[in-house]
């Protein structure tokens, strides 16, 4: 069953071009058991009609604060009490700037003031004016005050350019709050950094050193602590892999990149997890321009000196985090992975067998031993998304004092 079925869901539509996508919308959020209200903003009906929705819905749109009508059978205090959440979708920069200013022109903006319930926005509008530092202040004004940004994406925009700042689908908004009603509080209230991927070492302007990680375990990773209830912030290095819904992204390319952006986050993490692929070493020269093949280049070496440790360097940290490593092994899996985590003092380390051309890079399934100090848990062949559930649900078991050994 759906973790959406009989919530009640404050659908607000304000006046973009993406408006079209509500009725699509309300009829997902049904198809999951919702009950759904939509309230438009006048500029909405030039997009869509009252009629539409209302048929989609199976209840009157609301539309304005002078409604006397609406008022008597239900006040705009009672509908923000009623609602599980509200979804503004497709929200415009004029919405959201009203939001985050606390300016109630309408019925929309006063029942987001009104209500205690969670806030989704959904973001639609030109890519320039996603750009704009006063966008940009808006937003991050909305998330500090708690409300949840959904997107944008990119891609083509009505306007005939490209860039950030298309709605999400209707499907993925759906199973960003399906996400939301379905999270366990395993991780409420931490912070955890994931980093996933390969990264990619320059040799000259067209040729580099890298692996075949796909950051699919590390992007499933993410989406099992967002669903726990944590607050997520994934590292990847280039991957071609969609960002879990509610989970912070952060692209870098190099090792260098990654070390500098872990370094950055490590003041506010409470777990990390490093799964990325890291590139051990780095050509000690990058050539500026292309190396071409001739009678001078046929014998020669290409020297390679060493990158930072990640994990290492997060265990030695003033004040570490709760510390995963992973271990890609192709013998003496056990033992190695265990002389890996003595060497970086993790708290834990995660290990699979890439030998295996079943599971591990660039696979939809995994298999997978858990080791701490005390213990091992052997995770069997199943999707990564199950893998990684069962992982996190491990690490809330030790962050919270449970004996590895006794879950053996």
Same mark, same amino acid.
């Given at each position: 069953?759906?973790? &959406? ?17 509500? #009725? ?19 500029? +909405? ?61 309408? =019925? ?9 319930? #969670?806030?989704?926005? +959904? ?11 006063? @966008? ?43 996400? /939301?009603?379905?999270? @366990?509080?395993? =991780? ?16 000259? #302007? ?5 692996? /075949? ?29 969609? @960002? #879990? ?35 051990? $070493? ?21 020297? &390679? ?16 985090? $709760? ?86």
């Amino acid at each position: 069953m759906s973790a &959406l079925n009989k919530k009640n869901i404050l659908l607000c539509v304000s006046g973009g071009i993406a408006a079209y996508k509500a #009725p699509e919308l309300v009829r997902q959020l049904r198809a999951h058991g919702a009950n759904v209200q939509v309230v438009l903003t006048r500029s +909405a009906e030039n997009f869509v009609s009252e009629t539409s929705l209302q048929a989609v819905s199976g209840n009157p749109v609301r539309n304005s604060l002078w409604d006397k009508s609406a008022e008597s059978a239900m006040s705009h205090i009672e509908l923000a009490r009623w609602a599980d959440c509200l979804l503004m979708a497709p929200a415009t920069a004029n919405l959201i700037s009203s939001l985050a200013s606390g300016a109630t022109p309408d =019925l929309l903006t006063t029942l987001a003031l009104a209500t205690e319930a #969670p806030v989704f926005v +959904a973001p639609a509008m030109n890519l320039k004016m996603w750009d704009k530092p006063a @966008t940009v202040r808006n937003i991050h004004q909305l998330k500090t005050d708690g409300a949840i940004v959904l997107g944008p994406a990119s891609g083509d925009q009505a306007c005939g350019e490209s860039g950030m700042g298309r709605m999400l689908q209707p499907e993925e908004i759906v199973e960003a709050l399906n996400n /939301h009603f379905s999270a @366990t509080t395993l =991780l409420a209230g931490k912070r955890v950094v994931i980093t996933a991927g390969p990264t990619r070492e320059a040799i000259d #302007p067209v040729r580099f050193i890298s692996n /075949h990680s796909s950051g699919k375990q590390g992007f499933a990773l993410a989406t099992a602590a967002q669903q726990a209830g944590a607050e997520v912030c994934l590292i990847s290095g280039p991957v071609n892999a969609q @960002t #879990p819904l509610l989970v912070e992204r952060i692209d870098v390319v190099t090792a260098q990149e990654m070390f500098d952006a872990v370094m950055a986050q490590l003041g506010r993490c409470d777990i990390f997890i490093g799964v990325a692929a890291v590139a051990d $070493y780095k050509p000690e020269e990058v050539r500026s321009q292309k190396i071409k093949k001739s009678a001078e280049t046929r014998n020669s070496s290409l020297k &390679l000196v060493e990158n930072p440790d990640i994990i290492l360097a997060v265990t030695q940290h003033k004040n570490p985090p $709760y510390t995963v490593g992973f271990a890609a092994e192709t013998e003496s899996v056990i033992a190695n992975a265990r002389a890996k985590k003595r060497r970086k003092n993790l708290d834990l380390i995660i290990v699979n067998d890439v030998s295996d051309a079943r599971i591990g890079f660039d696979s939809e399934e995994n298999e997978v031993t858990l080791i701490w100090e005390t213990g091992e848990q052997v995770l069997k062949k199943a999707s990564k998304e199950l893998i990684s559930q069962s992982i996190i649900s491990s690490i809330a078991q030790s962050l919270s004092g449970v004996e590895p050994s006794a879950a053996l």
